[in-house]
T-cell receptor
Framework: DAGVIQSPRHEVTEMGQEVTLRCKPI?????LFWYRQTMMRGLELLIYFNNNVPIDDSGMPEDRFSAKMPNASFSTLKIQPSEPRDSAVYFC???????????????FGAGSRLTVL | AQTVTQSQPEMSVQEAETVTLSCTYDTSESNYYLFWYKQPPSRQMILVIRQEAYKQQNATENRFSVNFQKAAKSFSLKISDSQLGDTAMYFC????????????FGKGTKLTVNP
């Protein structure tokens, strides 16, 4: 398996622009997570999905952020409009629930570094 | 809500020496999982070791081992025979079994292995 695949690896944009981050989870995993990492706040969970359904979006900072998972192999995190304080590394991770070796272990993608000027 | 505390923002160790990173957590749950993740400069988050709370035996993965003290809610990571490639941020994380799949992370410890 190629692991969790995220794109783009780096994104530089100007304030007010729309940003879309993409994620392909590991095949067969039934949970998908979006985390944000900053120096000040560390790793924060933004939202997670189970079987493509959003379960907990309490970490989404505001209405400018939205996430979708149209199918089991693809998810997007969108920021519209973007602001400089959104600059961070955004990680996607997936996991398999239900016991057995590897259960409950999050496998992370390489992250998308977003810079909003 | 669960919290995870890593009290050492930075640590350093000489190559081939042993180092221990501290982690404490707060929870009212009786069954849960604890993890250590490593984040090298490449920023990829890599699982180092996992401990299930109902297992009394401390987990071990090659040079990495944990000291899990459930009553004290402590979960330290010991790295033996430190190597230059161990230089990274290390994050302690908690995963409860109370219904949420949320993985709660500590703020991390930056470990530098010196030659």
């Amino acid at each position: 398996d190629a692991g969790v695949i995220q794109s783009p690896r780096h994104e530089v944009t100007e304030m007010g622009q729309e940003v879309t981050l993409r994620c392909k989870p590991i095949s067969g995993h039934d949970y998908l997570f979006w985390y944000r990492q900053t120096m000040m706040r560390g790793l924060e969970l933004l939202i997670y999905f189970n079987n493509n359904v959003p379960i907990d979006d309490s970490g989404m900072p505001e209405d400018r952020f939205s996430a979708k998972m149209p199918n089991a192999s693809f998810s997007t995190l969108k920021i519209q409009p973007s602001e400089p304080r959104d600059s961070a590394v955004y990680f996607c991770a997936s996991s398999l629930r239900g016991g057995g070796y590897g259960a409950n272990v999050l496998t992370f993608g390489a992250g998308s570094r977003l810079t909003v000027l | 809500a669960q919290t995870v505390t890593q009290s050492q923002p930075e640590m350093s160790v000489q190559e081939a020496e042993t180092v221990t990173l501290s982690c404490t957590y707060d929870t009212s749950e009786s069954n849960y999982y604890l993890f250590w993740y490593k984040q090298p400069p490449s920023r990829q988050m890599i699982l180092v070791i996992r401990q299930e709370a109902y297992k009394q035996q401390n987990a071990t993965e090659n040079r990495f081992s944990v000291n899990f003290q459930k009553a004290a809610k402590s979960f330290s990571l010991k790295i033996s025979d430190s190597q230059l490639g161990d230089t990274a941020m290390y994050f302690c994380a908690f995963h409860g079994q109370g219904g949420s799949e949320k993985l709660v992370f500590g703020k991390g410890t930056k470990l530098t292995v010196n030659p």
